[in-house]
Every structure is written in structure tokens, then in C-alpha cells.
């Protein structure tokens, strides 16, 4: 059949590249969905997508008054590893990004913050997750207990940012959140220093 021939400048709509023919439902979990898609591809023929279907979730990047990252260590089962990552947990149905962000941030590190600013969003599995992740930095942090879930084992762990930046640089925090939210906030930091010298000018 050939590649889809899209002329430069035109506005093509998603039935241009594929369209559902027919959809099975294979799995319904507790945490993720698995249907299987027949599809009509731009070029006319036919093909299968296996989509896991997701809620999504929330990533928050606290950042204490002396300038420290919080982190959490948690066993990964996919990866049988322990990993270090940002405080993170999945959509509840219909609730905002914003609320599951300070939710979690409370149960996972026992924090509040008086200031959280949204840093984008994250699609960490393009090719066949509907999961996206909402992340959010938190500052003027302050402090209570914890209030994990029972199946949660998490050891907190503070690293000055500028630490954290180089470990991420240095490949030492594999998880896609984590990397992303870390680097954004390093750039957003460059971004309003140049703004300063600018202005200074």
C-alpha cells in the first residue's frame, strides 16, 4: 500500500492516519485496562494496537528552603530494583492533577506546600499507554507524618538540586518523571536568571 502521502501545509485531522475499525476488550485490572484496536491505517490497509488504557498520575518536584529535592526510594517490581524517584501516584477517576498532587505529597512525604506551579505534562509511553503524568513543583514546604498506603514501603531520601541535576545527567535516575521534572526545573532556573541579566542590562 505504500507510505501515507501528506502534502506539506495541509491540516489533516486523525482519521487521516487511522481510523478504529473494530475494538476488543482483553483485561480490566485494578490499575490499568488492556483492549486490542483493529485500525484502518491513512495508506488503506488494516492493523492491530494493543492499548493499555491508564487514569494517569501526578509527579511532585518539593523543593525544601535550602534549596534540596525530596525524593522517594521504592522497590519497582517491572525492573526488581529499588528506585529513586519523585513523590508520585495514579488519578483517582475524576479528580483533578493539582488535588493528587498535593494528595500525594502529603501521604508520601508528610509535606504541605504554599506554593505549587504546574511544570507540563508527561506521556512516558507514546506507543501503546494512554497513561499521561502531571507535574508540579512545590515550595514553601512544611512538615507533618507521613500517611502511606498500606501496600507502600518508601524511604525518603533530600538531594541538593544541583546534585539531582547531575545525577540525572549522569544517567543515576532512570524514571522518565523524575528526569523530565528535574530538567524542566533546571531550565525554568537558567531561563529566569538570563531573564535577570537581561533586564539588568
Known amino acids: 500500500?505504500?507510505?501515507?502521502?501528506?502534502?506539506?501545509?495541509?491540516?489533516?485531522?486523525?482519521?487521516?492516519?487511522?481510523?478504529?475499525?473494530?475494538?476488543?476488550?482483553?483485561?480490566?485490572?485494578?490499575?490499568?485496562?488492556?483492549?486490542?484496536?483493529?485500525?484502518?491505517?491513512?495508506?488503506?490497509?488494516?492493523?492491530?494496537?494493543?492499548?493499555?488504557?491508564?487514569?494517569?498520575?501526578?509527579?511532585?518536584?518539593?523543593?525544601?528552603?535550602?534549596?534540596?529535592?525530596?525524593?522517594?526510594?521504592?522497590?519497582?517490581?517491572?525492573?526488581n530494583t529499588v528506585l529513586t524517584e519523585l513523590p508520585a501516584g495514579k488519578l483517582e477517576k475524576g479528580e483533578e492533577p493539582i488535588e493528587c498532587g498535593i494528595r500525594e505529597l502529603k501521604e508520601e512525604v508528610g509535606a504541605t506546600a504554599s506554593e505549587i506551579k504546574y511544570l507540563g505534562r508527561l506521556y512516558p509511553t507514546v506507543a501503546y499507554d494512554t497513561e499521561v503524568i502531571y507535574m508540579y513543583m512545590a515550595t514553601g514546604l512544611s512538615f507533618e507524618s507521613q500517611h502511606l498506603d498500606e501496600d507502600e514501603l518508601v524511604e525518603i531520601i533530600k538531594l541538593p538540586f544541583d546534585e539531582a541535576v547531575e545525577m540525572v545527567l549522569n544517567d543515576e535516575l532512570p524514571d522518565s518523571k523524575t528526569q523530565l521534572a528535574i530538567l524542566k526545573a533546571a531550565a525554568l532556573r537558567g531561563w529566569a536568571e538570563s531573564e535577570r541579566e537581561l533586564e539588568s542590562i
Request: glycine share 8%.
Open 1 to 79: 500500500m505504500g507510505e501515507i502521502k501528506m502534502e506539506q501545509g495541509q491540516d489533516y485531522s486523525v482519521k487521516d492516519w487511522e481510523k478504529i475499525v473494530d475494538s476488543e476488550r482483553i483485561f480490566d485490572g485494578r490499575v490499568v485496562r488492556l483492549r486490542r484496536d483493529r485500525v484502518l491505517l491513512g495508506n488503506g490497509s488494516y492493523t492491530y494496537r494493543e492499548i493499555i488504557e491508564h487514569n494517569g498520575g501526578v509527579c511532585v518536584l518539593p523543593i525544601t528552603d535550602d534549596d534540596e529535592i525530596i525524593l522517594v526510594r521504592q522497590y519497582r517490581s517491572p525492573f
